[in-house]
Every structure is written in structure tokens, then in C-alpha cells.
């Protein structure tokens, strides 16, 4: 059974910093590409950032509103995903999802985890 | 960057009933593109990929249509478990962009 399960999330100071971590299960880990998806409290779905597979180099891309702040990581040794966010700042507070990329079936997701909560405040 | 225009932006329907979901990129996306559906504090879910592809497991009365800039989901006949949030998003070039959402309410 496929399983993603998100933690680190809390409560920041803008400014501060945070290291989101993703635990995959179930499946190969390495052979797929990892994004992360976040949602504000009562907004919509947005997109944050990808890692590539190894094949492609562990290449990676982001949101305009992230990039040069955020940084997505994986380990395959480890089967987890990563998402290192600097500089915070209020209107990155939100629901953080890692989702698995599904390379067979136009790169969309077909699993996500639970969520892990992330609130920038002072 | 491509704008993914979605309708209604709410949704009060029967069960029972046939609803439709649009959504409409700004430019050409092919068919790359998923339906999710999101419960209130769960994960989105996966309906349909590749515009038209029926997720493993999902009951058939979802289905989804179109190609290039308009699409639609479709329900056949609304259940009580369908009542959620769905959205679209593009996985066709980066960023990554979704839809607004569509809040499906119980009339």
C-alpha cells in the first residue's frame, strides 16, 4: 500500500525557517518524481515545487512565489522528500501536501499524504 | 504561466441529480490534466487523468471529457458521498496551475 506521510510542520515567526519532511512507503520510491502542493486556509490548490528522478538528474522546479526561498529534496535512501522553506513569510501559511507524480499517466498525482500544517505568525 | 478558469464556482445540486464541472485553460494544454475531488480537512483524490482516464476504483458515474482548452467533469447521478470540492489542475507546463475550485453543496 502506497503511503506518504508528512511531518515538521508548526508554527514560525516570519523570517524563520522550516524543514518539511515526506516518509514514502509502498512503492519504489526512486523511480518517481515528488512535488509538493499547498493550500491556504479556505483557498485553493497551489502548486510549490518538483524533484526529478535520479534518471533525470534529481532536477528540480518551483512556484515563482517560492523560488530562491524554498528548497525540495529527496533521499532515496532514505524514501523521503523534502522541503526546506527560508525567509517565511504570513502568506505561506497553509496545508502542506507531498504528492507522488504519476510519469505513466500525464504526470499527475496519484497519491498524496495527509497534510502537514504550517503557520507563519509573530 | 496558464490560467485554469473553473465553473461554477459552487455548486447546490440533489442527489440524484447530473452536474457538470467546467474548466478552461488559457492556453492549449492537450490532455494534461486531472480531476481531484477534496473532502473538508482530507487530502485531494484523484478522479480522473489524462482528461478523460477513470482513476482505478472510482465509481464510474464520474467521468470526464475534452481536450486542448475547455474540459468537464461530469457526474452522473450525484450521491451523498460526492458532496466535496473538486478542482482541475494543468500538468502540462510549469508552474503547475489549478482551478479554483468548485464547492459542491447538498441543495
Known amino acids: 500500500e502506497v503511503q506518504l506521510v508528512e511531518s515538521g510542520g508548526g508554527l514560525v515567526q516570519p523570517g524563520g525557517s522550516l524543514r518539511l519532511s515526506c516518509a514514502a512507503s509502498?512503492?519504489?520510491?526512486?523511480?518517481?518524481?515528488m512535488d509538493w502542493v499547498r493550500q491556504a486556509p479556505g483557498k485553493g490548490l497551489e502548486w510549490v515545487g518538483r524533484?526529478?528522478?535520479?534518471?533525470?538528474?534529481?532536477?528540480?522546479e518551483y512556484a515563482a512565489s517560492v523560488k530562491g526561498r524554498f528548497t525540495v529534496s529527496r533521499d532515496d535512501s532514505k524514501k523521503s522528500l523534502y522541503l526546506q522553506m527560508n525567509s517565511l513569510k504570513t502568506e505561506d501559511t497553509a496545508v502542506y501536501y507531498c504528492?507522488?507524480?504519476?510519469?505513466?499517466?500525464?504526470?499527475?498525482?496519484?497519491?498524496w499524504g495527509q497534510g502537514t500544517p504550517v503557520t507563519v505568525s509573530s | 504561466d496558464i490560467q485554469m478558469t473553473q465553473s461554477p464556482s459552487s455548486l447546490s445540486a440533489s442527489v440524484g441529480d447530473r452536474v457538470t464541472i467546467i474548466c478552461r485553460a488559457s492556453q492549449g494544454i492537450g490532455n494534461d490534466l486531472g480531476w481531484y475531488q477534496q473532502k473538508p480537512g482530507k487530502a485531494p483524490k484523484r478522479l480522473i487523468y489524462a482528461a478523460s482516464s477513470l482513476q482505478s476504483g472510482v465509481p464510474s458515474r464520474f467521468s470526464g471529457s475534452g481536450s486542448g482548452t475547455e474540459f468537464t467533469l461530469t457526474i452522473s447521478s450525484l450521491q451523498p458521498e460526492d458532496f466535496a470540492t473538486y478542482y482541475c489542475l494543468q500538468h502540462n507546463s510549469y508552474p503547475i496551475t489549478s482551478g479554483q475550485g468548485t464547492r459542491l453543496e447538498i441543495k
Open positions: 504528492a507522488r507524480v504519476d510519469g505513466d499517466n500525464k504526470f499527475t498525482y496519484d497519491y
Open positions: 509502498g512503492f519504489t520510491f526512486s523511480d518517481h518524481y
Open positions: 524533484t526529478r528522478n535520479k534518471a533525470k538528474s534529481y532536477t528540480t
